[in-house]
Structure formats: structure tokens, C-alpha cells
């Protein structure tokens, strides 16, 4: 099995920062992409931004774009994310995601394991 646990999340003023964390731990495998989504009140879970196992590539959602960055750091295992000049439509429960493949994908059904979401608060 393999678990991912989000921790960074909070309440933040618009044009702040946040740089969620998202560890894996369990069964270890080879190379695999990983992606941050959200989900808003209300909509449906939404891409934010994944990486594959190397960092060679990476892809945001174009609302982000300029203002998160992914990255990763696999000696620990860890995923993160930072975002900057945060807006309260942010404003989302974060979860992190593994494929057991490298490949970046932007849909939910690309990803095998799911964390259990870190709330993530922009006030205006």
C-alpha cells in the first residue's frame, strides 16, 4: 500500500504564500509521476499541477501558471508544492496523488493513490 499525507495548509491573506508538503510512505516503486489537484465548495476535483520522477517535466493548470511551482525531492519522498501571490478562488482542499506510471497527466483517473487533502484558506 502506499500513503500520502498533505501537511502546509492553512488561512492566508490574498498575495501571500503557503508551500504544502505531501510525504509518501509504503510500497516503493521505480518512477512515478505525481500531481497536486483541489477541489472548491461545491465543484469538482480540479488539476493544479504533477511532475514525473526525474523533474524533466512538469505542467500547471493555466490559472496557476507563473504563480505555483511544483517540485519534488525523492530521497525523502516528498512532494511539494509552493504557491505565491495566492487568490481567494485558491481557496480549496489540496490533495497530492501518485501514478504508478511517469507519465504527467492532468485527469483524476491518471492517478492511483490519492492523500486525504490539506485546506488550503485565501481571504480577500
Known amino acids: 500500500q502506499v500513503q500520502l499525507v498533505e501537511s502546509g495548509g492553512g488561512l492566508v491573506q490574498a498575495g501571500g504564500s503557503l508551500k504544502l508538503s505531501c510525504a509518501k510512505s509504503?510500497?516503493?516503486?521505480?518512477?512515478?509521476?505525481m500531481g497536486w489537484f483541489r477541489q472548491a465548495p461545491g465543484k469538482e476535483r480540479e488539476f493544479v499541477a504533477a511532475i514525473t520522477w526525474e523533474s524533466s517535466t512538469t505542467s500547471y493548470e493555466d490559472s496557476v501558471k507563473g504563480r505555483f511551482t511544483i517540485f519534488r525531492d525523492n530521497a525523502r519522498n516528498t512532494l511539494y508544492l509552493q504557491m505565491n501571490s495566492l487568490k481567494p478562488e485558491d481557496t480549496a482542499v489540496y490533495y497530492c496523488?501518485?501514478?504508478?506510471?511517469?507519465?504527467?497527466?492532468?485527469?483524476?483517473?491518471?492517478?492511483?493513490?490519492w492523500g486525504q487533502g490539506t485546506q488550503v484558506t485565501v481571504s480577500s
Open positions: 509504503g510500497r516503493t516503486f521505480s518512477s512515478y509521476a
Open positions: 496523488a501518485a501514478s504508478r506510471d511517469n507519465i504527467v497527466r492532468s485527469d483524476t483517473l491518471g492517478y492511483d493513490y
